[in-house]
């Protein structure tokens, strides 16, 4: 089903990307701002496509597989930009990658032994801070100074970062619970 507000927000979740990256090379304050702009109408959408599509029964296997997917687009461009512009620090960006690649694989493993894989509440915080501090990276110095924009989001990304490790840390331990267990008719290979 690709009809449906929700999978409509979802699918303009993944067209902001290029043109997120894109609006990065604007000269001067006015990039600053229309990246923080695109990429907060973007985020905004990423709580309203889930909300939508459970408050109108409006769920389905597409928005199921495209959601994560535009989530992982948008931030991945987001940090990855960034960094590139040297507008945030490299270190909690990639501690920030590197989890979204592990609990994307995990995820996966755990589809095959039909094992779900629910985000947890920390994970919801965890990506408040982070979409909040990539959000104050992108604004940057172009905010009023009493802001302390650059600051917040320098903090808030290393705060996302330990976040991320500590959900990380749970979600893979939930992963290797189930690594001995093989799904129905699968060979055992050692």
Known sequence: MLTGTPNLLTIGRVLAVPALAAAFYLPGNLGKWVTCLIFSIAAITDFLDGYLARSWSMQSSFGRMLDPIADKLLVGAAILMLVHFDRAPILPALVILCREIIVSGLRE?????????????????????????????????????????????????????????????????????????????????R
């Open 109 to 189: 493993f755990l589809a095959e032994l039909q094992v779900g894989l629910p985000v947890s509440k920390l994970a919801k915080w965890k990506t408040g801070v982070q979409m909040t501090a990539l959000g104050f990276l992108m604004v940057g110095s172009a905010a009023p100074w009493w802001t302390f924009a650059e600051q917040i989001g320098w903090y808030g990304l290393w705060l996302a970062a330990i976040l991320t490790v500590i959900t990380g840390l749970d979600y893979l331990y939930v992963g290797l619970r189930h690594t001995n267990e093989e799904p129905d008719g699968a060979a055992t290979v």
